[in-house]
């Protein structure tokens, strides 16, 4: 960082200083967050999780975004990266893939379809890697984006190692009994009157998306983290977003 970019985030430090909310990726003490995401009614009318329009989505010091901070939390929390050696990071979030960078002493593969920042173009449901290759996969908010989300889904089992990770977070619509996709939808306009974002494809109801992931040959566990002792009392004050459950899709 230049002597610039060193003012300017210890004016914004100051600028939004407050002891309402802390930031857990910049350490910065924050009167508020700053609000994001669309804004409409179908994310209150489906009850999605991880979408729509958030108070708390972003830090004003360091930009990173309410799922990133849950990511961060958790990654700090239980030292995921300890033993992984091949990690592949499918649309990588800027703080996160900050983190893993400072903290993974393997080799670490950023990956998607249309950003050209990324180390390689990769279609999700088309790896191209061999069986058994990383220890973790981090395929975070991608899956509704996918065309053939069972075929993605598949390509992360396959590449993973036995007793590899996969993390695997999607918006989940708490009111749906099944998951809302109509194949038929060719606009932008009628998947944002449905789904509530245009580049939506679906929205998954959780028990159909737990199914889909075991079906596939994962053993999942979900974390949630107003049930865990260390977040419940911290996470709104980190911004994190209320009932955002991580899916921790393990290969036996």
């Known amino acids: 960082m230049n002597n610039f970019g060193l003012l300017y985030y210890?004016?914004?430090?100051?600028?939004?200083?407050?002891l309402k909310y802390y930031c857990p990726v910049c350490s910065s003490y924050l009167k508020n967050f700053l609000p994001g995401g669309k804004k409409n009614n179908v994310a209150s009318k489906l009850g999605i999780v991880g979408a729509g329009y958030r108070l708390t989505k972003?830090?004003?010091?360091?930009?990173?975004?309410?799922?990133?901070?849950?990511?961060?939390?958790?990654?700090?929390?239980?030292?995921?990266?300890?033993?992984?050696?091949?990690v592949l990071h499918f649309a990588p979030e800027i703080k996160l893939k900050?983190?893993?960078?400072?903290?993974?002493?393997?080799?670490?593969?950023?990956?998607?379809?249309?950003?050209?920042?990324?180390?390689?173009?990769?279609?999700?449901?088309?790896?191209?890697?061999?069986d058994d290759t990383f220890d973790l996969i981090i395929c975070n908010h991608v899956l509704e984006h996918v065309?053939?989300?069972?075929?993605?889904?598949?390509?992360?089992?396959?590449?993973?190692?036995?007793e590899g990770v996969a993390i695997l977070q999607v918006p989940i619509g708490r009111f749906l009994n099944q998951t809302l996709y109509d194949d038929k939808l060719?606009?932008?306009?009628?998947?944002?009157?449905?789904?509530?974002?245009?580049?939506?494809l679906r929205v998954?109801?959780?028990?159909?998306?737990l199914k889909l992931l075991d079906s596939t040959g994962f053993e999942v566990n979900t974390f949630l983290w107003e049930l865990h002792e260390v977040f419940s009392s911290k996470g709104k004050r980190y911004?994190?977003?209320?009932?955002?459950?991580?899916?921790?899709?393990?290969?036996p």
């Open 147 to 162: 065309p053939d989300d069972k075929a993605a889904v598949s390509e992360i089992f396959r590449t993973l190692k036995r």
């Open 239 to 251: 911004g994190l977003v209320e009932g955002e459950t991580i899916y921790i899709a393990e290969k």
């Open 58 to 86: 972003s830090c004003p010091v360091c930009w990173s975004i309410d799922r990133e901070r849950l990511l961060y939390c958790y990654f700090n929390e239980f030292n995921l990266l300890d033993k992984c050696y091949k």
């Open 10 to 18: 210890w004016y914004k430090k100051l600028k939004y200083f407050g």
């Open 98 to 130: 900050e983190f893993i960078e400072r903290n993974c002493e393997g080799e670490y593969i950023t990956a998607d379809l249309y950003d050209q920042t990324v180390m390689e173009k990769i279609d999700v449901s088309k790896i191209p890697y061999q």
């Open 204 to 209: 998954y109801a959780e028990s159909d998306y």
């Open 186 to 200: 060719n606009s932008k306009e009628q998947r944002e009157v449905l789904y509530g974002q245009d580049d939506h």
